[in-house]
């Protein structure tokens, strides 16, 4: 994503998940009679510690210095036991089990395509959507060519236009299925056996790993989980990220932005990268060096079966083009539970942060990127990859995006290719949608 300054000045408004440092207990206001104690139950003079630092008296208006761990972190995800969340888990909903890579594909090559493999994997009806990842075991090439739906209708994936062009743009190395990527795309979810076959590089057979998003939960809350790594040399520690107020005020932003699209956002995990990563790629200059920074991430720790869907985002003090280039996608859309991929996760500039309105532009490159990720497309995008297959996204005339950019009807929307700080932006209902059909986006806990 690009970043560019308009020259008019006006606030960018975003609307803002605020959620106050609770406090433990009002002052007392009166004798501690037992009447008094019923109607102020969190005072300190009616109840013991465990009593009035307990969540139900964290929203009282004072703090009460002798109540420990009395401030909350509002990216903390409410159901992970290891942090200090300010909100309560919800019901706790488990989900299926994690499904397995498999490097099993079959050999169909003949003379002409003597590195042709084919995957197989089988759909039910209660799966809304599920997300297909295939590639070789040592980054080789990785190009797909049909798609044979269970109903025998097929697919060539070099005509089909709405996929070819953006997937081998964005990861040339990995074929990333996400079905539907639009709710034009809903007939696709036939329910039996699939088949794609794909050419290989050199070697094989591929590997490839298959996730169905869950049925829906009403009433239960949809959730993202990060895992951000700092790779800059801005933080030598996991707290100085944790405790650094500009990193936090960008990534509550994000956050925000996410609860207007129906998705609470939480950072699960904080890390810093090794010494030698730091090292070389603290500095991005292309693609494929943000890739190779994308493979070299620190090995994922493993609490529970969420962990495995979470998003690597890592934070390195600058792009080398930074007035072009801010952040980064490995996959559109990325691939799930695939942790050291080079399509695994997303790259973001930290270097902007001490600027002026600094939280605001990292805060809306990092909403950017993980739409990507979750599967959305440029709305406009000149001039080669052509517009999202969405019918609610309008695309911008490709006069007027080379003339006057923010003149574009689709200018404030999170997925321009070309931020403005000038305007609050906004996500389209069937944007909203593709997201929440990604299965990093999921309803499950712990």
Known sequence: MSTRRHPRSALFGLVALLIGVGACGDEPKGSTTPDFCDAYPCDPHCADLDTRCSDLCRDSASVDASCPNRSCDALCDPCDDRCHACQRCAERVEGPAMSDVHCDATAIGDDVHPDRWEVRWTTHEEHPSWLLSIWGENGEQLAPVLWTLPNDHAIDFETWTEFAAHQQNISPTMVTLLTPMAPQFEHLLVPGEHRISVDLESGGPPCWHWTPQQPEKPQHPYALRLRLIAVGTAYAEADDMRQDPLLRAALERTQAKFHEAGIDLYVREWVVADAQTRD???????????????????????????????????????????????????????????????????????????????????????????????????????????????????????????????????AYNVMFPVLSMLEPHWWSQEQKQVMRWHPAVTQRTP
């Open 280 to 410: 070389l790629y603290r500095e991005i200059s292309d693609v494929d060096e943000a890739r190779a920074l994308l493979r070299a991430l620190p090995p994922r720790e493993v609490y529970a079966p969420i962990d495995a869907l979470t998003v690597d985002v890592a934070m390195v003090d600058r792009f080398t083009n930074a007035s072009k280039l801010s952040g980064l996608s490995g996959g559109l859309p990325g691939p799930v539970a695939l942790h050291g991929q080079d399509a695994a996760g997303v790259v973001v500039s930290a270097g902007l942060l001490p600027h002026h309105r600094g939280d605001e532009q990292v805060g809306m490159i990092l909403t950017h990127e993980l739409g990507h990720y979750l599967g959305l497309r440029h709305t406009s995008s000149w001039p080669n990859l052509g517009p999202d297959p969405l019918a609610d996204t309008p695309e911008c005339p490709k006069a007027v995006y080379t003339s006057d950019t923010y003149d574009c009807p689709d």
